[in-house]
């Protein structure tokens, strides 16, 4: 037991870490959680199609573990995010994620730079599928693969 304590704890450099993470407040008129600001901020949208989203993202210090390693909960977050940016439809409410599998391929450190490519599989009444790669841009290493489903229900038009 006190293995696993002495492991969970904050080392003081951690500690310190966390107290000088910086969030500015939203603008006026724009509404972002303290999530978005610290899971997020920094996915850069490069090109849209029809059904794929391309994305970059450099890896930030806040986001990594122990080991100066992209955390597991991160690339999950990603996959989730750009996920759900494949089917979004403007003006209607953010669909719900029913179901993720995702395979861990490799890892990635901080300042790497990202390639995350969302691609809608298909849709059925309001239940959508996608999948999600996260690739190392510099070397096209295969970082992590998701399959995400995702379940939206919209007002009939009628």
Do not use: W
């Not at 724009?30 to 920094?42: H, I, M, Q, T």
């Amino acid at each position: 037991m006190e293995k696993s304590k002495a492991f969970l704890e904050l080392t003081q450099e951690e500690s310190d870490r966390v107290s000088s993470l910086d969030f500015l407040p939203p603008r006026t008129g724009v509404e972002f959680s303290f999530y978005e600001c610290y899971a997020l901020r920094g996915i850069r949208v490069d090109r849209l199609e029809s059904d794929r989203v391309f994305c970059t993202f450099k890896v930030p210090p806040r986001l990594t573990d122990r080991e100066g390693k992209l955390a597991a909960g991160a690339i999950a977050n990603l996959i989730d995010a750009v996920g759900a940016g494949c089917v979004n439809v403007g003006g209607h409410p953010v669909n719900v994620s029913v179901d993720m599998s995702i395979s861990f391929h490799s890892s990635a450190k901080i300042d790497d730079e990202l390639e995350i490519i969302g691609q809608v599989l298909g849709k059925k009444g309001g239940y959508s599928g996608t999948s999600v790669i996260v690739k190392n841009k510099a070397t096209g290493e295969l970082i992590a693969e998701g399959r995400h489903s995702l379940f939206g229900k919209y007002a009939s038009k009628m």
